[in-house]
């Protein structure tokens, strides 16, 4: 019998958050679950005009990562798009951050104000962004957000770095962005210490949903090979997240993604940056995956409290409008 073939389209180039996937297709766990997994890079998706997210919605992908807010979007946005539906986290802690070089004077959010911020234009991104500033005193009407092209995706020079900071704010391009700490923030720390401010989102009152997440299209829960291969990405996660495993699961990185060229001849950061996140891998029981309904409360209460959360056509949407329940999902794991 032929292996089951499951397309998961990436939210960027490879990196530490996804060690887990390309631990199980090295270590063939997915082969071993009769299972054949491609994962699609999203300057692909980029080609098409669409987001990973997208991708799935569109049926040309099975599963997509991308963050919370992907699965807030798609819930309230119009009555003839798929509700995607979040199946597992990929981390359970957040690092996500705002940047900006040390230099440009910018040590906290406030002084954002008047500054040009690098946005993926996610649909609550900029908002997300302009409350933190108000959260700490500054005018977040003032934040000057221009978008990357195609949410980054289309920007080869980023696609080569995987790093905005290097393609954008060290040319001057932009004064801010949002980053992984994990990723661009050891990278920065450990080529250039003391390059970059960081400002954690949860130090001023922004409540992060998780990111990132899988999503499926609603069909696609219906299909054995989800569990399958949730079971096969758990036990590559599980792999990373042992200290003592780092260096094995960072060839696994190498050589699953094909050697990207975002890669290559960065050993020593994979590693450092793999530790920096492990910890972040699995529950406190040691699983990997699943998700609390109370995150997932907190993050839409926060984002309809402060009116980040609009419909298509303009209109606020209130919080009893959204079923939590709807948005993920533990049942596979």
């Known amino acids: 019998?032929?292996?089951?073939?499951?397309r998961v389209a990436l939210d960027w180039t490879p990196n530490t958050n996804h060690t887990g996937f390309y631990v199980a297709l090295c270590q063939q766990l997915y082969a071993k679950a009769d299972l054949e997994v491609d994962?699609?890079?999203p300057q692909a998706a980029a080609a098409e005009g669409l987001?990973?997210?997208?991708l799935v919605a569109a049926g040309k992908a099975d599963l997509a990562v991308g963050p919370s807010e992907s699965a807030i979007s798609f819930a309230t946005s119009e009555p003839d798009k798929p509700r995607l539906c979040a199946v597992a986290a990929l981390l359970q802690g957040s690092t996500s951050c705002i940047a900006c070089l040390s230099s440009s004077g910018v040590d906290r959010p406030a002084k954002l104000a008047g500054k040009r911020y690098a946005s993926y234009v996610g649909r609550f991104e900029d908002s997300i962004v302009r409350q933190m500033v108000r959260n700490d005193g500054g005018d977040g009407s003032l934040v000057d957000c221009h978008p990357l092209p195609q949410h980054g995706y289309a920007d080869e020079a980023l696609a080569k770095e995987?790093?905005?900071v290097a393609t954008l704010l060290?040319?001057?391009?932009?004064?801010?962005?949002?980053?992984f700490y994990h990723w661009?923030?050891?990278?920065?720390?450990?080529?250039?210490?003391?390059?970059?401010?960081y400002f954690a989102l949860e130090d001023y009152g922004i409540p992060y949903g998780y990111s990132p997440i899988l999503l499926a299209h609603p069909s696609f829960l219906e299909k054995p090979e989800l569990q399958k291969f949730l079971k096969a990405t758990a036990e590559g996660y599980a792999f990373a997240a042992d200290p003592k495993n780092a260096e094995a699961a960072v060839n696994a990185l190498l050589e699953g993604s094909g050697f990207h060229e975002s890669l290559v001849g960065k050993e020593d950061f994979l590693k450092a940056s793999l530790l920096a996140i492990a910890g972040k891998y699995l529950d406190k029981d040691k699983t990997w995956g699943r998700m609390e309904e109370a995150r997932w409360k907190t993050f839409v209460n926060f984002l309809t409290e402060n009116q980040i959360m609009f419909s298509r056509d303009g209109r606020a949407i209130r919080e009893d409008e959204i079923d939590i329940d709807k948005l993920f999902t533990n049942t596979f794991l």
Request: hydrophobic fraction near 40%; aromatic fraction near 4%.
């Open 1 to 6: 019998m032929s292996a089951s073939k499951i």
């Open 39 to 41: 994962f699609i890079l």
């Open 51 to 54: 987001t990973p997210a997208r």
């Open 162 to 164: 995987s790093s905005v």
């Open 170 to 179: 060290q040319k001057g391009l932009s004064d801010s962005t949002w980053i």
């Open 184 to 197: 661009e923030g050891v990278l920065a720390d450990r080529t250039q210490p003391g390059l970059l401010n």
